[in-house]
């Protein structure tokens, strides 16, 4: 039960893409990708979520924090790859509308 | 004397890399009884929120404390028990101390916690949080008996 992440820059956004379980345990790796870009600013984030297998109230804080910090800059968050398991989060709680969610062009 | 349910119960150090562990076990005892992918999903997320709330409320950083998580499994429904005051409980007593669900409680409770209870109370079906001594919250699952072959093969194992 771990998570890996791994990080791409690209022109103007970064890519976060994490495979395996996202709760409280796992969090803090994450907290710890999305710091630095979160207060520089100067980047898009997206996040693809295509291989995380669970997701709780600890990521979706995470994801609306990480949006209120990239927003202060002017820059957007995406979160792609989000099964309908995990899609079902993000509507129950209202954050769907919030966030751009499984909206990216280049879904491989 | 003939009893209407199993019960489970676990103790669990105070600390988050033990919330995987639990939602395991949690699969692995929903799965036995039948219960849908979805219900097993639900309940793995709401077990998780009342856990994760416990690790991160319950004792001080330089504290041991203990977490005890306990499933009352009956034929159509799962009762899941999580208490962040590490004792045994006697199951029957608990349950007639759980008053029944008072919304203004809860509201209150919703504040404090953020999104965590508020999944809880959407993804099951019953729940009460007792408030002293420590937190105690009572989630219940009902199965769907339609789901259970008579010899209790589960449909995941089909």
């Known amino acids: ?108 | 004397m003939s009893h209407q349910y199993d019960y489970i119960e676990m103790k669990f150090p105070s600390s988050a890399e033990y919330v995987g562990l639990i939602r395991l076990t949690l699969s692995g005892i929903f799965s036995r009884v039948g219960a849908t992918y979805d219900q097993i999903e639900d309940a793995k997320i709401a077990v998780s929120e009342a856990v994760t709330n416990a690790v991160k409320h319950a004792y001080n950083e330089d504290e041991d404390g203990n977490i005890l998580v306990g499933f009352a499994v009956y034929s159509d429904k799962i009762e899941i028990i999580v208490s962040d005051k590490g004792q045994s409980f006697n199951y029957e007593e608990i349950k007639s101390e759980l008053g029944p669900y008072n919304e203004d409680d809860n509201v209150n409770y919703l504040r404090e916690g953020g999104l965590g209870l508020f999944l809880i109370d959407t993804l099951m079906d019953e729940i009460v949080v007792r408030k002293d001594p420590g937190v105690t919250i009572s989630m219940t699952k009902y199965i769907d008996e339609s789901q259970v072959h008579s010899d209790g093969e589960t449909i995941s194992n089909r």
Do not use: C, W
Not at chain 1, 79 to 107: K, P, Q, W
């Open chain 1, 1 to 108: 039960m771990n998570i890996n992440i791994s990080t791409e820059e690209k022109k103007d956004e970064y890519i976060i893409a994490m495979s395996g379980e996202l709760d409280v345990y796992t969090a803090p790796e994450l907290q710890e990708v999305l710091n630095p870009i979160r207060q520089d600013g100067s980047h898009h984030v997206k996040i693809d979520l295509s291989d995380v297998s669970y997701m709780d109230s600890t990521g979706l804080g995470i994801f609306v924090g990480t949006l209120k910090d990239l927003n202060k800059h002017g820059k957007e968050l995406r979160v792609t790859g989000v099964s309908d398991r995990i899609l079902r989060l993000f509507e129950i709680t209202g954050l769907r509308d919030l966030m751009h969610i499984n909206e990216s062009s280049e879904v491989e």
